[in-house]
């Protein structure tokens, strides 16, 4: 399975952007997708998940009310709506893709991903 993550880019502090992840080589509405964020010097941290359908989404409490993930799985590909954007928001973002049904909390873990995009870069300026 190969994960193309692109949107990224420089906006404003209260922007908005939109991250897309295209997935190939796999049965895309099989797998359950994440997105991550790795800023300079940090973890890379748990954003948003959802699962294979997209009945069920998950946010860390930082992006809730702010970030929607979707999926498309005609075009095989998830999206991450980023809007009311921080600095603190700056880092480079990935997305992740598993086959595997999640328990609760797995989802935020990146090692409960098999398949990992190769980030694009977001940062927001104050």
């Known amino acids: 399975v190969q994960l193309q993550a692109s949107g990224g880019g420089l906006v404003q502090a209260g922007g908005s952007l939109r991250l897309s992840c295209a997935a190939s080589g796999g049965t895309f509405s099989r797998f359950y997708m994440g997105w991550f964020r790795q800023a300079p010097g940090k973890a890379r941290e748990f954003v948003a998940a959802?699962?294979?359908?997209?009945?069920?989404?998950y946010y860390t409490d930082s992006v809730k009310d702010r970030f929607t993930v979707s999926r498309d799985n005609a075009k095989n590909t998830v999206y991450l709506q980023m809007n009311s954007l921080k600095p603190t928001d700056t880092a480079v973002y990935y997305c992740?893709?598993?086959?595997?049904?999640?328990?609760?909390?797995?989802?935020?873990?990146?090692?409960?991903?098999?398949?990992w995009g190769q980030g694009t870069q977001v940062t927001v300026s104050s």
């Open positions: 992740a893709a598993d086959p595997s049904p999640m328990n609760t909390g797995d989802w935020l873990s990146p090692t409960r991903y098999d398949y």
């Open positions: 959802i699962s294979w359908s997209g009945s069920r989404t």
